[in-house]
């Protein structure tokens, strides 16, 4: 396997024959030019070029300057003449890797070229890398035709390109990191880097540290200074999951983050500035911990820049026959299954089935399922789903605390119309009667859609 190409450029046909010939036995492709008119083309397929400064025509620097504006991506290395070292530097300038200087050994010149090529296949493999990132996280490869997730789209595309905090809601496994992948695979940021901080794995002892880095001898342990994950995100992007789960004296450092761009180590009074745009989400009602005391109010304002809620899978069930054949055609491939298409029989299984799981639950049902099968389609019975939780079963002797069928919270939404008819639509009589303060009644009001003013609202409160 060749170790890569190179392409020489040299006047002298001795010389370039000879540096050809030495690189091709320590396995590299190698062509020649001896102008660089003539080496321009090559260029196009080389990793490497390596190039005098004095050329006939046009010069080395002149012929680095036009790779450069023709976006020809390669290592270049320079060869100047002894005394010429200031040329040299003006073709590092430009963007050459490296330079050797006439006379120089051939085995100087094959450890600099080994170099340089490894440093452009990693560059390369990096762009592979990028590319394939953008690929997964386009709006057409996150999958979801139903209108809610058209409007998430809308929304990602509208705040990709700012600097805005967003934060995402919705149940575990609905795809909210996906979601926020997104988000940083369209903005300025794309190239920068993107630091996922699960809030509930941190044990609390240690989230101070983690987020914010720490000195040398801050804590028993601490035998050199660490940064936190806000240092590594510099100048990209801070994914905070589960941010509901942060305890409150760290929520005072995540303002002044968001606040002031500011931050210091643990153990250190030394302010650092940082460049870090947030993305949270949670799977929790942060306004309701709003209520209880758990999380800050001046901390949720300053997350809740741009809001954007995840419907669970059970409420967009049109997303399933898409979100199921993707994974499929997906996790095939990666398995070596046979299967290849999902029966309509076993698209029937999936739409009846609730997903408490969401879409990380179906994904695992169709690996499992295709880990399984044994014909070239999922029939139903090949759709092995989990069995739901069982529920304790009640006492003989005992009254079920909810009529049968009935869920605790429709029979919420039912308490609280009942309530609003008592107090004629007052709705700080009707927060009296239900034992709950206006604020959580208005919350609750507008999760059931009623906001103030709504037609529904009106009929109840027999003002229509």
């Known amino acids: 396997m060749s170790a890569g190409r190179i392409l020489i450029v040299e006047d002298e046909d001795k010389l370039r024959r000879v540096i050809q010939l030495h690189l091709e036995s320590a396995g590299f492709e190698v062509d020649g030019a001896s102008t660089a008119e003539q080496a321009l083309p090559l260029a196009t397929i080389a990793n490497v070029v390596i190039t005098d400064l004095r050329l006939p025509g046009m010069s ?26 200031d040329a040299a530097v003006e073709a590092m300038k430009l963007g050459a890797a490296d330079f050797v200087q006439k006379p120089f050994s051939l085995d100087q010149l094959t450890a600099i070229a080994e170099k340089v090529m490894a440093v452009q296949s990693l560059r390369a493999e990096n762009q592979r890398m990028r590319e394939e990132l953008d690929h997964r996280y386009q709006f057409g490869n996150i999958i979801g035709r139903s209108s809610a997730m058209r409007e998430i789209f809308h929304t990602v595309e509208r705040v990709a390109p700012t600097r805005a905090t967003v934060l995402i809601a919705g149940e575990s496994g609905v795809g909210k990191d996906m979601i926020a992948r997104a988000i940083h695979q369209h903005s300025p940021r794309r190239n920068k880097p993107y630091v996922k901080i699960n809030c509930t794995s941190i044990p609390e002892n240690l989230m101070e540290s983690e987020l914010f880095g720490y000195e040398k001898g801050a804590f028993t342990g601490a035998t050199a200074s660490k940064p936190g994950k806000f240092e590594q995100a510099d100048g990209g992007t801070a994914f905070l999951d589960e941010i509901g789960d942060v305890p409150g004296n760290i929520q005072v450092k995540l303002l002044r983050i968001l606040q002031e761009r500011q931050f210091e180590r643990l153990g250190s009074n030394v302010t650092r500035n940082v460049d870090v745009r947030v993305i949270a989400a949670t799977n929790v009602d942060l306004r309701a911990a709003l209520e209880q005391g758990r999380f800050r109010e001046d901390l949720y304002y300053r997350l809740n820049v741009v809001p954007i809620s995840v419907p669970p899978l059970r409420e967009r069930m049109e997303d399933i026959p898409f979100l199921a054949m993707h994974f499929v055609k997906k996790l095939s491939a990666e398995l070596g299954s046979v299967a290849k298409e ?31 099968a044994s014909g070239e389609m999922l029939e139903a019975a090949d759709i092995r789903i ?22 605790l919270e429709h029979w919420e939404q039912m308490m609280i119309r009942e309530a609003l008819r008592r107090a004629n639509g007052n709705k700080s009589q009707a927060a009296r009667l239900l034992g709950m303060t206006r604020n959580a009644l208005r919350y609750r009001l507008s999760q059931m859609g009623l906001d103030s003013g709504t037609p529904e609202e009106a009929e109840i409160s027999g003002l229509k």
Not at 62 to 82: C, D, K, N, P, Y
Not at 351 to 370: A, C, D, F, K, Q
Request: hydrophobic fraction near 40%; charge should be negative; avoid cysteine.
């Open 60 to 85: 080395g620097l002149e012929f680095i300057q036009q790779l450069q504006s023709r976006g020809i991506q390669v290592g270049i290395i320079v060869m100047t003449a002894h005394g010429s070292v």
């Open 386 to 407: 989990e069995a739901p939780r069982s529920t304790p079963a009640i006492s003989a002797g005992q009254t079920p605390l909810l009529p049968e069928g009935e869920t």
């Open 342 to 372: 999902i029966s309509p029989a076993a698209m029937d299984r999936l739409l009846t089935h609730r997903w408490p799981g969401n879409v990380r639950e179906l994904e695992n049902t169709i690996e499992r399922s295709l880990v399984l």
